[in-house]
């Protein structure tokens, strides 16, 4: 067992153990990481700069020290004097491994940029923000009638557009007269008034003002983080954008940065302003994208998990990783974007947030709710959002049940041997012919296959570099489909499977899906351990919607919508060949795309949509995973490839799986061991 320090990288989630005194930057190439650099090593193009983590970090199993990294040397000394580096930042060339550490590649530092798959959803959507724009006529002041601009501004909405107690900010109030007077008496005034709250001044303008106001829905996610820009008159989405959340560092699922929270004094702090500066920076980018003042941007509506929910709000989550998930709040907030930090918007902009369901299903699984409207489905809906921790609804116009599973983050490509987020150059879709087992496959950012005639032309740009969640998702089911998998996920090997693909790693097997080893490009397998990372995410999930359906009496749903970014990405019949989700016909599974993000714009655009979630959320049923004793009972059942038990008849009039079983002596390098089954 080596004694050298063990180096993980986020967001990647790949690791590896280094001698003492090799520079990130070194490690990060042999291990195959995403990390820029131009300058070969000499600290002058600052492309390698890396975040590193202090603390306890439960999910990687290590505790990084303050010593983890050499100290700062004088290259990064001169280069913070003349350019500045971000606090916490290092250059990766400069910094030497000293002990175990977790270091988070910042997306700038990304040669390949992560693509963040939440562009938003085509929809109609009746208009009635809660922030609007009024022209106003107010009556000049006169010695015989005292009182206040303020005051008289009020009376003019009252009488011009039956708005009646207003409140505003002391720096309006400094305003105001000036603008009065500038506009002659006639001024435009902005508006906040939702659905439970008084209406506030949010600004004033002299005169007729032409300019628009606008909001950001954010879908604010464990591992990304989307905005949609959107006009409030008319909720034209100016433009999407996103970013990986910066909290990976403190973990990659819920329930590490939970623990990051409990062992790390003040840690619930770090990721609260992380997420923060993050907001702040998205924003600023999104107004520019557009072309617009981000101090036209008046209102945001967040939609997010629980454990999110509550290091925006600025809350240890810790109550929620302990039984019974206690939420501080579950009710829907409307407050100041300030009380967040917020400053690159309008300095009075406000927020709403969407109410939590319970203490394991937020605001995000609601936003599913009014975007999806389960709730008024005639047939029995089972909508999955398919993420690091996976939101799942279930029910018709008579009732809807909720609950999450805890799939982690092997659908997302950490965990895997090969997997990478999305990104150009990932694998995204893979066929395997069964006869000859040879694979082909596409890349994110082209549109050839591998066996198309100029793919290596066409992506020898970005290269090809990993596999992403849909590219994982979609080779494990082909592998199965092909005969190199059996039903209990074991990898055959060379001699059972008849292909050289199959290589021996140790007592266990792996398929070669490229090699590029001889160009220097990586070696990309999917291993036994990968097989195993994907059985337990898909397990999980498949045991969720079991349990919701056992609550119900039921055996089958009519149909199924995937929603979330990635859920838009996956294949319905390698999805139901894996058996990540219960048997139905295929033309009956459909994706709803990012259905938070767009129930966060329609919260965004209606405030009667707002005051309708708050009463569905009231009645839809939470059923705890956590604590449900069948819940292992299917869990168990799914781990096979696509369930032990449960027939799939829809799924095997389109498919047939080669009965196979590699259970055998021969599966590994050394023959293996016989296994008994009992």
């Not at 890396?50 to 040397?73: D, M, Q, R």
């Not at 100041?336 to 400053?343: K, N, V």
């Not at 591998?450 to 793919?455: N, P």
């Not at 990586?522 to 919607?545: C, E, F, M, N, W």
Request: hydrophobic fraction near 40%; include cysteine; aromatic fraction near 4%.
């Amino acid at each position: 067992m080596t004694d050298d320090p063990l180096v993980i990288f986020t967001p990647s989630g790949k690791r590896g153990r280094f001698p003492q005194g090799t520079p990130v930057l070194t490690a990060a190439r042999q291990l195959g990481v995403d990390l820029d650099s131009v300058c070969g090593g000499r600290g002058i193009c600052s492309k390698c700069q890396i975040t590193p983590g202090y603390g306890e970090f439960p999910k990687h199993g290590v505790t990084v020290s303050e010593g983890a990294l050499s100290e700062w040397n004088e290259v990064e000394a001169r280069y913070d004097r003349i350019r500045g580096l971000k606090e916490g930042r290092r250059l990766g060339c400069q910094a030497k491994i000293c002990g175990d550490v977790v270091v988070d590649v910042p997306p700038e530092s990304q040669v390949h940029r992560q693509v963040i798959r939440k562009s938003a959803t085509i929809r109609d959507i009746t208009m009635d923000p809660a922030t609007h724009a009024y022209y106003v006529e107010v009556v000049e002041p006169d010695m015989h009638e005292p009182s206040g601009d303020f005051q008289r501004l009020c009376d003019a909405l009252r009488d011009q557009w039956q708005i009646e107690g207003l409140e505003a900010e002391a720096s309006l109030l400094g305003k105001l007269q000036p603008v009065l007077r500038k506009g002659e008496w006639k001024v435009t005034v902005a508006i906040h008034r939702d659905h439970r709250n008084k209406p506030r001044i949010i600004d004033i303008w002299p005169g007729f003002w032409e300019g628009r106001l606008y909001g950001l829905a954010i879908d604010l996610g464990s591992t990304t983080i989307a905005a949609h820009l959107c006009d409030l008159r008319n909720g034209n989405v100016l433009a999407s954008s996103g970013l990986m959340n910066p909290q990976i560092r403190f973990g990659e699922d819920l329930m590490s940065r939970v623990s990051y929270a409990m062992m790390n004094p003040g840690g619930d702090r770090e990721m609260t302003n992380a997420v923060r500066t993050a907001i702040n920076g998205l924003a600023q980018a999104i107004a520019t994208e557009a072309h617009i003042d981000p101090g036209q941007i008046v209102e945001t509506v967040f939609v997010c998990n629980p454990v999110m929910h509550h290091l925006l709000l600025g809350i240890d989550p810790v109550e929620l990783g302990q039984a019974p998930f206690a939420l501080a709040t579950s009710e829907s907030l409307s407050l100041a974007a300030r009380d967040l930090d917020l400053t690159a918007i309008h300095r009075n902009a406000r927020v709403y947030v969407l109410p939590c369901i319970a203490g394991h299903v937020g605001a995000d699984c609601a936003a599913v709710a009014l975007s999806e409207e389960p709730n008024k489905s005639e047939d029995m809906v089972l909508i999955v959002d398919v993420g690091t921790n996976a939101e799942i609804l279930l029910g018709n116009k008579d009732r809807v049940l909720a609950c999450s599973s805890p799939t982690g983050p092997a659908f997302e490509g950490a965990q895997i041997s090969a997997g990478q987020r999305a990104a150009p150059g990932a694998i995204e879709r893979v066929e395997i012919d069964p006869a000859t087992k040879e694979p082909r496959f596409r890349v994110i950012g082209c549109d050839l296959w591998s066996t198309d005639e100029g793919f290596a032309e066409a992506t020898a740009q970005t290269g090809i570099t990993g596999i992403c969640g849909s590219g994982i998702i979609e080779v494990v089911a082909e592998m199965r489909m092909a005969g190199i998998l059996d039903a209990g996920g074991l990898i055959g090997s060379a001699e059972q499977v008849g292909t050289e693909r199959c290589v021996a790693t140790g007592r266990t097997n792996a398929y070669v899906l490229h090699d590029g080893t001889a160009s220097g490009g990586p070696l990309i397998t999917v291993t036994q351990g990968d097989i195993r990372a994907i059985q337990l995410a898909k397990s999980a999930l498949y045991a969720g919607a079991r349990l919701l359906m056992d609550e119900l009496n039921i055996e089958k749903v009519d149909r199924v919508v995937l929603a979330g970014a990635f859920g838009a990405h996956i294949s319905p019949k390698h999805a139901m060949v894996l058996g990540m989700i219960p048997d139905c016909p295929l033309d009956k599974v459909t994706s709803a795309g990012n259905a938070a993000g767009t129930g966060a714009r329609i919260a965004l655009s209606n405030i009667a949509a707002r005051a309708a979630i708050e009463e569905e959320v009231g009645r839809i049923y939470k059923v705890e995973t956590a604590i449900e004793p069948r819940f292992q009972e299917h869990f168990v059942a799914a781990n096979a490839i696509p369930h032990a038990t449960a027939p799939f008849p829809e799924l095997a009039a389109i498919v047939t799986l080669p009965d196979v079983s590699f259970n055998t002596a021969g599966s590994g390098a050394d023959g293996g061991r016989r296994r008994r089954r009992g």
